[in-house]
């Protein structure tokens, strides 16, 4: 589970620093300024301090904050565990390069299609070979280990997501 984080201050930055976030075309950016820095803690919820700990053992971190029309007036911190933004830049730094952002879009295709490959050789294990490991009487912990095996075996043969796919479309899926 995702750790949680509470905003506990906020600090003004000082002008020029922007975040740039890889437009949803494929192709071009968003550029926002960047207000400030949130200094957030871990927190059971949004609103609620980490219950069981000393405020001093809570982890805290601080995260570029930026103003979104889609979020209204309210700051919003930038998503880092997630992928965006692509840049947190300061004052006197360049903006990327057509050829950097190109690079990065392709970077973030790149990820999602082995992350979908990944996904499709575990749906095929589990709805295929785990079955009949657990017939020959296989230990939960070799069957997620050759689970394991088989997503990265799998996802660096072209031919056999290939067969992956046309198995599961055969099947109306």
Known sequence: ????????DFQPAPPGWRMIFL??????????????WLIQEEADDEYEPLTGTAPHNRERRVIPAFWSA????????ADIDGDNPAW????????PTEEEIAQEHRSVEETAAREANGKLA??????????????EGKRADHISYARGKYIRD??????????LRA???SNGE
């Open 1 to 8: 589970m995702a750790r949680q984080y509470r905003d506990i």
């Open 23 to 36: 437009a949803g075309d494929g192709k071009g950016v968003w550029t926002y300024p960047v207000p400030g």
């Open 70 to 77: 889609a979020f209204g007036i309210e700051l919003q911190p």
């Open 88 to 95: 947190v830049l300061g004052p006197g730094q360049p903006d």
């Open 122 to 135: 575990g749906r095929y294990f589990d709805t295929v070979i785990a079955p009949r490991l657990r017939d």
């Open 154 to 163: 799998t996802c660096a043969d072209p031919a056999e997501l290939d067969r």
């Open 167 to 169: 198995h599961f479309a």
